[in-house]
């Protein structure tokens, strides 16, 4: 069974930076697509990036173009996602998500997830 544990969440300042991980276990992480999904209080699991096993591609949300950039380790069995230029609409929870198929990842439901590592952003 394939298990995910976030790390790297925190309090941080508006224009800040922070790097979550997701360690995977369980399976050879580069089997499967990775992505990283956020949830703000009283809204839903929303999508932000996504990269395939093998690394060679990337998408992410509109929303954080150009901010955030995922990346992968493959011998590390862990996906990363930098986050640069934070603002407090990036408040949120973070979940990490493993998929099989590069073309469920983006959903919010289906896959393995992790329990979520908390980001807060201050004005």
């Known amino acids: 069974q394939v298990q995910l544990a976030e790390s790297g969440g925190g309090l941080v300042q508006a224009g800040d930076s922070l790097r979550l991980s997701c360690v995977v276990s369980?399976?050879?992480?580069?089997?499967?697509?990775m992505g990283w999904f956020r949830q703000a209080p009283g809204k839903e699991r929303d999508f932000v990036a996504a990269?395939?096993?093998?690394?060679?591609?990337?998408d992410y949300a509109d929303s954080v173009k150009g901010r955030f950039t995922i990346s992968r380790d493959n011998v590390k069995n862990t996906v990363y996602l930098q986050m640069n230029s934070l603002k407090p609409e990036d408040t949120a929870v973070y979940y990490c998500?493993?998929?099989?198929?590069?073309?469920?990842?983006?959903?919010?439901?289906?896959?393995?997830w992790g329990q979520g590592t908390q980001v807060t952003v201050s004005s």
């Open positions: 998500k493993a998929s099989p198929s590069w073309n469920s990842i983006k959903a919010n439901r289906g896959g393995y």
């Open positions: 369980g399976r050879t992480a580069g089997y499967y697509a």
């Open positions: 990269i395939t096993g093998s690394g060679g591609n990337t």
